[in-house]
């Protein structure tokens, strides 16, 4: 009988699908709820050290075949994300939990990676890779070396067990090299690719931006190859289990991913155009793929495009 | 695409009293089922849920009263303006006969929009409104002149003096009905259902949360417990799913996500 099973690094999956951070990932009931429907993993909403309302609104925006969101990093603060942390484990056992999370300094995200440890997730993804706050926060650290290599050394300190992602997007740099730099400073794993962007949507009456935030970032099926390709780099560059994201909303779709080097695969965006029971159908994809290849796991294919 | 923002023009205003006012807005949507909401986005403001109070040729009708910020903004848009709307979002309301309408004060929006469609449908409604005062009341005179309408305000300045659950067990023994809808603050929302199941009435109570994406995503509309999207499961619950909401009547979540402390 072929298995959903994947080994992520030191993790093990029940299903290769993960709800990607950003989506249902603010509550403990909403992460349950996604967890009952067929994801090997959930993950929260990037968390910072305190509550943050994030932009006015509008905050996400339907555009052909995807979405245009800057939501700007709405989090309840990392001391209320812990309770929450806590009442998923409690409930959900059998699914990981991964909590993401955000600092708006290098020292900020050694901090809010201890108290998220605290509450013992099974992983830590670091989003030095939010296209949205730039206004604020300035260029993101994925764009500078030093600071990445110093964010990943200290959240990797802070973490203690538990193994640290790094989320990269391929908006400020060749990601291969990012990527390469993560993994120097101990990374365990590397997420791609965040949203692509930033990108812009005008109102043609009122003849400005429609988003609050002006600019936002791109998600969903149009930037699939985009994130096929950034995967592909990665793996060519880093040996570290990713976790692929980016516009996957078929089990094809995850299949290219885990092709180009994925283990396991987010899914955000397709919630939106196909609801939660996209979960389930994706998982029923994969293990048909499996049954007519005659393959026992994903790992067997994990890559497999590299030759 | 009618997730997609179109932004209309404000075709006219009525202005009910004080901080209460409802636009009739130049399209965008062509048909809504009753509790169902749209995303009102306010140019250069914000963007924030309200209920659809009615929809018909003359256009989409949003009721609002001015409570904070945004909507004391919204209060100074002009007939000509342009607002953006997303949608129609959500589950509304079953239509089914025999049906008590229960709003609280600007609560009644959702349910204005409900008779009417339950009158096209030759379903039989009754409808309890009730509000503070006279001057918290949308489209008083409307009200008054329906047939099957009783309203109750708490000073006794429109209709009777009282609040809506002094008088639902009266009108259930007059009419016989079976189910509750009901639309306004939490606590009477709470109240209303407990005493619709003790008389056997299914009941939908229109539930409101904090809203960001109005399309099932970010989450801040999750109901604690199910977990359930007001957004999209919602915000219309019956009896069945509001039993799986743990934060029924208690303090729920804010723009942060956080659970507010202290009583809502």
Not at chain 1, 77 to 92: L, T
Request: hydrophobic share 45%; glycine share 12%.
């Amino acid at each position: 009988m072929p298995s959903l099973a994947v080994r992520l690094g030191l993790l093990r999956l029940e299903s290769p699908l993960v709800l990607a951070s950003g989506i249902l990932g603010v509550s403990a009931s909403s992460l349950a709820l996604v967890a009952s429907r067929g994801a090997g993993a959930v993950t929260t909403k990037s968390c910072g050290l305190d509550p943050r309302a994030g932009h006015p609104g509008p905050t996400v925006l339907p555009v052909t075949e995807g979405l245009l969101n800057a939501v700007g990093l709405s989090n309840p603060g990392a001391d209320a994300m812990c309770e929450e942390i806590r009442e998923f484990k409690s409930r959900c056992p059998t699914t990981l939990l991964f909590a993401s999370l955000f600092g708006r300094t290098v020292e900020e995200f050694g901090e809010v990676a201890a108290h998220l440890a605290a509450a013992e997730p099974d992983l830590l993804e670091v989003n030095v890779s939010c296209p949205n706050v730039s206004s604020e926060l300035g260029l993101p650290f994925e764009a500078k070396s030093k600071e990445l290599a110093a964010i990943t050394a200290l959240v990797k300190k802070k973490a203690g067990d538990i193994p640290v992602a790094l989320k990269l997007s391929i908006n400020w740099g060749p990601i291969g090299e990012q990527a390469r730099i993560c993994a120097e400073n101990g990374a365990d794993l590397i997420t791609a690719i965040n949203t692509v962007g930033p990108g812009m949507l005008i109102d043609t009456n009122v003849m400005r931006p429609v988003l609050s935030n002006q600019v936002g970032g791109l998600s969903g099926p149009c930037i699939l190859p985009l994130a096929v390709r950034a995967i592909w780099e990665v793996r060519r560059s880093v040996d570290l289990p990713i976790i692929g994201l980016g516009g996957v909303a078929s089990s094809e779709d995850a299949l290219q991913l885990i092709m180009a080097g994925a283990t396991a695969v987010g899914i955000g965006t397709a919630v939106y155009h196909q609801g939660l029971d996209l979960f389930e159908r994706v998982n029923q994809g994969l293990l048909r793929f499996l049954a007519e290849k005659g393959l026992e796991d994903l790992s067997e294919v994990c890559g497999a495009a590299h030759g | 695409m009618g997730d997609a923002m179109r932004t209309v023009r404000v075709k006219a205003i009525v202005e009910h009293g004080p901080g209460l006012k409802s636009f009739l807005l130049d399209g965008p949507i062509e048909s809504a089922a009753p509790g169902q909401f749209v995303m009102l986005w306010l140019p250069g403001i914000d963007e924030k849920p309200f209920s659809i109070s009615d929809l018909g040729e003359a256009g989409l009708e949003i009721s609002v009263k001015a409570v904070g910020p945004f909507t004391r903004a919204l209060m100074e848009v002009s007939v000509g303006d342009y607002l953006g709307i997303r949608g129609p979002f959500g589950k509304g309301f079953r239509l089914a006969d025999r049906t008590l309408l229960v709003g609280g004060g600007i609560g009644v929006a959702p349910l204005r929009f409900l008779y009417r469609e339950m009158g096209r449908l030759r379903l039989s409604a009754w409808l309890v409104v009730g509000v503070r005062t006279a001057a918290d009341l949308i489209f008083p005179d409307y009200f008054r002149s329906l047939p099957d309408c009783l309203i109750v305000s708490e000073d006794g300045s429109i209709g009777e003096t009282g609040i809506v659950t002094d008088v639902i067990d009266r009108i259930i023994d007059q009419a016989g009905t079976t189910r509750l809808a009901a639309a306004g603050p939490e606590p009477m929302l709470v109240a209303l259902r407990d005493l619709g199941e003790r008389r056997g009435l299914k009941v939908e109570l229109d539930l409101e949360r904090y809203m960001k994406c109005g399309i099932g995503l970010c989450g801040l509309c999750c109901v604690d417990g199910s977990g359930v999207r007001l957004c999209v499961e919602g915000p219309v619950l019956s009896s069945a799913e509001l039993r799986g909401v743990t934060d029924l009547g208690r303090p729920h979540r804010d723009a942060t996500g956080r659970r507010r402390c202290g009583p809502d």
